[in-house]
């Protein structure tokens, strides 16, 4: 079966901490193999031109995304009062953070929660976030994310940890705490050049909003490349997010990816899993009021998918 995970509360709508802990335990409860948190560090007043979503001009970015909780704090409160589920983060923006450190937080969170970390990373796209807060100019965000993939092999490995790229190194030095296990590291990608770090780098795929035929079509490039590379293709995953804003049936036809309403987002999953997709996770908090209907829905999606037999 599919492994299904949900996002996190880390909206406005929500009360950090509170809402965190009373999803997170439930959710478990429920039987979700995996959380969900992301990464957003502000959002432009500005959103002309370049500054606009995903830098498409003018393109306005959600109100949902004004005061996102921090991703890695969610998952620690998170991780705190669960025993079982896995933790994701979809994704960290990693020209955000000084390597080594971010390094350090994921293999601290790893073996605090006994090592049930699933790290997804991206390379960013906001010309904003980048201005307010990137260690690198956006123009480096590729080779800053392969240096983390380098660094962090360091960091994770046994001491002592020697490094060295562009920007950072380190010369024998010890560095801890270990993961608990070898952290599963999934890298978001769109363009045939993301894919192909995938395909070299990296143990999966994480595909936000991708189309069942855009998984098929993605993943099989991703796994003839990795193949090219030497590897085998079957251990690379396919991690799906499916982003939701509204639970309300859809009556369109064709009906548009992941428009609908319980019942119909249960039957994307099964579309995605046909795809090859191994793991699918629902955001489902920005299309829910509150915590109570968060994981209401969340227990309607689970039954739902699993009777189909997902």
Not at 34 to 58: I, K, M, T
Not at 107 to 112: F, G, I, K, M, S
Not at 204 to 217: D, H, I, L, N, Y
Request: aromatic share 6%; charged share 20%.
């Amino acid at each position: 079966m599919v492994k299904l995970g949900v996002s996190l509360p880390q909206f406005q709508q929500f009360t950090p901490g509170v809402d965190v802990v009373a999803a997170a335990r439930a959710l478990e409860e429920i039987g979700f193999d995996s959380l969900w948190a992301f990464e957003r560090l502000l959002v432009p007043e500005d959103q002309s031109g370049p500054h606009g979503l995903y830098n498409v001009p003018g393109l306005p970015w959600p109100d949902l995304y004004r005061g996102v909780t921090d991703a890695l704090v969610t998952l620690s409160m998170a991780a705190a009062v669960t025993e079982r589920i896995e933790l994701g983060a979809g994704v960290l923006v990693v020209p955000l953070h000084v390597p080594v450190r971010l390094a350090k937080q994921l293999a601290t969170l790893d073996a605090a929660s006994g090592g049930r970390l699933i790290a997804g990373l991206g390379s960013g796209w906001s010309i904003d976030e980048f201005a307010a807060g990137g260690a690198v100019p956006i123009t480096e965000r590729g080779r800053a994310l392969d240096d983390f993939l380098d660094i962090a092999e360091a960091v994770w490995g046994p001491n002592p940890v020697s490094f060295a790229t562009g920007r950072f190194r380190a010369d024998a030095a010890d560095i801890g705490p270990k993961p608990a296990r070898r952290i599963p590291v999934l890298l978001g990608a769109a363009s045939d050049k993301a894919l192909a770090r995938v395909a070299r780098r990296a143990d999966g795929w994480v595909a936000s909003g991708a189309t069942p035929e855009q998984v098929a079509e993605k993943l099989a490039l991703v796994k003839r490349l990795a193949e090219e590379y030497g590897r085998d293709p079957a251990t690379i995953g396919c991690t799906v997010q499916i982003a939701t804003l509204d639970l309300t049936e859809s009556t369109a036809q064709p009906r548009p990816p992941y428009a609908g309403n319980v019942a119909q987002l249960a039957e994307d999953v099964a579309a995605l899993a046909e795809a090859g997709a191994d793991h699918v996770y629902l955001t489902l908090p920005a299309a829910v009021k509150d915590v109570t209907e968060l994981i209401d829905r969340s227990g309607e999606f689970y039954e739902t998918v699993r009777a189909a037999g997902v």
